[in-house]
């Protein structure tokens, strides 16, 4: 019975407009409507379809704001069991490497866990780099992008999908897992889900109860910074072919002249 | 004093059921209200989220929860979608509700467990092709054969009764004449598929034309004499119960429905442009968004005040009707100015403000017309 940790995040909804803070370049989180992560919610899903085919606890562990509560929330109604969640103001504008940090300690946190299962990327800040980075500090196999996941006894089989193509991994537990688009349909919590979420313990810790001292994390102390952001520039109207029974060949010149063709 | 915030849990269902709308509904509901076919995935979805089971027991596979939860989702989903709405609300109040209210515990037992998983859907059959607010007027009768129930007759514009997981109807039908000469009505469960039981092709309907409507027709119709909804006779005061609910579901449905309409043009408002503006810029335009949001707003408030009654115990009758007036209205109202809003392309099936309008006119026809509850709403005063 596999005791299975999923990382969520909360993001800023992908259907508002996203900023980033003009001052320090973090993310504007009052510019749009929080979420839990799509990718996140496919990660939850297949921690649950593991834990009801083969038994087991899931626990939920995400590193956010006060109200990432909303985040945990919604994946302890889709049926995970508990969850820890990381609060601290020092956390504030912390890059990847400090936030495996601090997701490393909070998974020591879960006594005996088998398996992390986290999303490939998040829609927010899209590094793609966490549970690779987790692992490391773990000191467990990682098997990242994964389409499809199966668990037998302890040994965990992955197919790795690629732009080159499809890979399988095997490795032993305890491990890290991430998960593509492709790994799943979530499910939406039902309303008894939502009412028992309601009792299920949420763990609330700061940086210090994980033994980590906050000049190790937050804006001032990552390891990358961002210098300059600017709004994607607006979808330009784009260039009209008009046939004048030469349509085709104009076509295909522009298509070449992207280098489309 | 008062406070009208969703608990914690109605807003997570609130939220839920509206990503559910935007994310699996809108994109394909069009096509299926184009094809006029009924969206079996989609409800299957929904019944696999619980939304069907949302105001019964967990006994029964429902999800614990209260008849405001469910408002709360037939007004998410209509905003988007009125058919899938339709479809939700006739399989909670009319089609498994009587049973839960009235049924026996074996009845119970037998019919819940599928109908509050929408793995399979129940219809409930009053309205028939001559009479339909006149609910007394009903001419399908019953007679005890034995231990069996014999049943003539026929019922109109009856939701769900013929798609391919329709369980079961239940039907109104005179079981015998009270010596002050009125009818005695009892409600009946007829399973689908029993010998004589026909059910029409589908209707050719102005809206909701993603949902299953058929008339019924029955020609000496066996059921089991246990097939009966709680005591012989008894059937009137229950389709009376069930149907001040229903009013208050419709209602909600009805806010949804004008909401969609104000979200739809907030959306095409700032986009548009007419006379080198943006059509949100001149004031004719938001006048009458302005307009179109009030309405949706008091009619909110009042189906939450008849919800909020119904939930405590108290009479509603009044309540109920006043929201399902005044949220038809809005309904029918916030369609008709959307639609000129969009002007031509609001009259194009493509943009769901077309949809809308077709399908808001039923709201003021359906669960009694807007003449039934200015009836029920004047008798309630004493009025005549």
Known sequence: MPNIVVLVKQVPDTYSERKLAESDHTLDRDSADAVLDEINERAVEEALLLKEAQGGEVTVVSVGPDRATDAIRKALSMGADKAVHVSDEALRGSDVLQTAKVLAAAVGKVEGYDLVIAGNEASDGQAGAVPAILAELLGVPQLTHARKVELDGTTLKVERESEEGITRLEASLPAVVSVGEKINEPRYPSFKGIMAAKKKPVETLTVADLGIDAGEVGLGNAWTSVLEAAPKPPRTAGQRVTDEGDGGSKVAEYLVAQKLI | ?384
């Open chain 2, 1 to 384: 004093m008062i406070d009208l915030r969703l608990d914690e849990e109605h807003e997570a269902l609130r939220k839920t059921v509206q990503e559910f709308a935007r994310d699996e509904v809108a994109p394909v509901i069009g096509d299926f209200y184009e094809r006029e076919e009924f969206p079996y995935e989609i409800v299957a979805k929904m019944g696999r989220m619980g939304l069907f089971g949302l105001p019964f027991s967990e006994e029964y596979g429902g999800m614990g929860g209260d008849y405001f939860a469910l408002c709360l989702a037939l007004e998410e989903l209509a905003r988007v979608d009125s058919s899938v709405a339709i479809t939700l609300e006739a399989g909670v109040s009319l089609g498994a509700m009587p049973i839960y209210r009235f049924g026996t515990a074996e009845q119970k037992q037998r019919w819940l467990p599928r109908l509050t998983t929408g793995e399979q859907l129940g219809a409930f059959g009053l309205t028939e092709p001559g009479g339909g607010s006149d609910a007394g007027a009903t001419r399908t009768t019953a007679k005890l054969d034995g231990d069996h129930w014999v049943i003539n007759g026929s019922k109109a514009f009856i939701t769900n009764s013929g798609t391919d997981i329709t369980e079961l109807v239940t039907v109104t039908a005179v079981t015998d004449v009270k010596p002050n000469g009125r009818k005695e009505i009892t409600a009946i469960v007829i399973p689908s598929g029993t010998s004589g039981f026909t059910v029409s092709k589908k209707y050719s309907k102005v809206g909701w034309n993603a949902s299953d409507t058929r008339e019924l027709a029955f020609a000496d119709v066996r059921v089991p004499a246990e097939n009966i909804i709680g005591e012989q006779g008894r059937g009137y005061a229950q389709f009376l119960s069930i149907l001040d609910e229903g009013r208050v579901a419709i209602a909600a449905l009805s806010v949804g429905l004008a909401q969609g309409c104000v979200d739809e043009c907030l959306r095409y408002v700032g986009e548009r442009e007419a006379f080198g503006h943006k059509i949100g810029t001149y004031q004719a335009i938001q006048f009458k968004i302005a307009d179109m949001e009030v309405r949706a707003h008091t009619a909110r408030l009042a189906y939450y005040a008849a919800a909020a009654k119904m939930l405590r115990g108290e009479p509603f009758k009044r309540e109920a009707a006043i929201a399902k007036l005044v949220s038809s209205n809005a309904a029918m109202d916030n369609a008709r100015e959307a639609t000129q809003i969009f002007g031509g392309y609001g009259f194009m099936n493509e943009f769901p403000v077309g949809r809308f309008y077709r399908d808001a006119k039923i709201l003021e026809i359906g669960e009694g017309t807007s003449e039934v509850q200015r009836m029920l709403i004047a008798r309630e005063l004493g009025v005549g």
